[in-house]
């Protein structure tokens, strides 16, 4: 191999400054995060695990039912019916999206768009009509 | 060298009519060859659209519309502003206080000349020259910002012939404003939230960027409620509100009752709101 001599320490460099993310933080990918689950609710629209991995797509088939299909069937829970949305089903249950949403958002670093329309349970309140 | 220059020109010539002739024959040996053929295709390209020209063709199924009485609101001033208020609370609807070009419309005022321009004449009604006139979408049969939509953000849902929005898909890109004879859309060019007096936890806001516009109260409809502004104006006969193909309905029953006007009939949008002036 020709210029060994700068090709290997050349490599380790590259190698050691690709990998700083992953050692500066000691190998561990910090705390994982513990979202806040409603106080008194057991039972979610799907069994948990289903949400975790699939709560953004749900969420885009309840918008494409609702605003495309005008199919607006309630959705049972428990006995209890439920609108399809995220304003008005999940943050009726779920009524902190600062600890419930954020916390993982926040660790997986996604920004869903979510918020810039709809309105967070602390948004609303925030300007809530005084009768 | 004399006779290779004859020869050159008069294969030029040739070739010059030949090039020139071509186009016609083709042309006339494809018109002789498909116009057997013709009436068939065009039967169904066009079957679907108009029936003649002129004739309006009624869509078919659930069509929702609305009668607005003028005569009622002209009665009674506060009655529009009340609607007005109804629907901006239900919908998040910002207000920026004189300031047109930011100015949000789902249900707004305007005067007679306006909303019927082609209706204006000098020596109208008292009406016609004072009082605002309540203008909002027209949930056409016909729309043709629906057309213009370039992502189907806007589209007529089949199942009650509402123009709606899905402002997930909206790109912000302005064709359906253009392409609205009513001027019933408008474009949020800014943050609209610090300009809502009151958030209504039941509806989303709007974003920067996109379109809107008043959507008939489809949220309200599945709840089995009247729209926004109908509910306040009902009780004074000033809005009626209703299934135009159902012939049986209220809106029919006021519609086979009284003449109406339309807005911009010549525009061929076919609305679905009908004022009795």
Not at chain 1, 80 to 106: I, P, S, V
Not at chain 2, 20 to 39: D, V
Not at chain 2, 66 to 82: C, S
Not at chain 2, 151 to 167: R, S, Y
């Amino acid at each position: 191999m020709y210029n060994k001599g700068t090709i290997i320490p050349g490599l380790m460099i590259f190698i050691v400054f690709v990998t700083f993310p992953l050692w500066y933080n000691g190998l561990s990918a910090g705390p994982v995060p513990k979202p806040e689950l409603p106080v008194g609710e057991k039972e979610c629209v799907a069994p948990a695990k289903e949400m975790r991995d699939n709560h953004m797509k749900l969420l885009n088939q309840w918008r494409d039912a609702v605003l495309r299909d005008d199919d607006r069937v309630m959705v049972k829970v428990g006995g209890k019916e439920y609108r399809k949305g995220l304003q008005t089903t999940c943050m009726q249950c779920h009524t902190d999206k600062e600890k419930f949403c954020d916390t993982c958002h926040t660790y997986a670093a996604v920004q869903p768009s979510c918020w810039d329309c709809h309105l967070t349970p602390a948004v609303a309140a925030s300007k809530k009509e005084t009768l | 060298m004399d006779t290779k220059r004859r020869k050159f020109l008069k294969m030029a010539g040739a070739a010059a009519l030949a090039g020139i002739g071509a186009p016609a024959l083709i042309k006339l040996n494809s018109t002789s060859a498909f116009a057997s053929e013709e009436p068939a295709h065009e039967a169904p390209a066009h079957g679907g659209e108009t029936a003649a020209h002129g004739e309006i063709a009624a869509a078919t199924g659930v069509r929702l519309g609305m009668v607005i009485d003028m005569r009622r609101f002209a009665e009674q001033p506060e009655l529009l502003d009340q609607a007005i208020a109804a629907c901006h609370k239900v919908h998040n609807v910002p207000h920026f206080p004189n300031d047109r070009k930011n100015e949000i419309k789902w249900i707004w005022k305007a005067p007679y000349a306006n909303v019927f321009p082609e209706l204006d004449s000098i020596h109208k009604s008292e009406m016609a020259k004072n009082a605002p006139f309540a203008v909002l979408c027209n949930h056409c049969d016909n729309p043709s910002c629906v057309k213009a939509c370039p992502t189907k953000a806007t589209f007529v849902q089949p199942e009650n012939g509402i123009v709606a929005m899905d402002f997930h898909r909206c790109i912000g890109c302005r064709f359906c404003m253009a392409a609205c004879p009513y001027g019933a859309r408008s474009f949020n060019w800014q943050d609209p939230r610090p300009f809502i007096e009151t958030y209504n936890a039941d509806f989303p806001t709007r974003m920067r960027g996109v379109v809107e516009k008043c959507n008939f109260c489809g949220e309200r409809l599945a709840l089995g409620l009247e729209p926004a502004c109908v509910e306040v104006a009902k009780s004074a006969g000033a809005m009626v509100f209703g299934d135009l193909n159902d012939p049986d309905s209220e809106i029919r029953r006021v519609l086979d009752k009284e003449f109406t006007i339309q807005r911009n009939p010549a525009a061929g949008t076919k609305p679905s709101v009908y004022y009795i002036v």
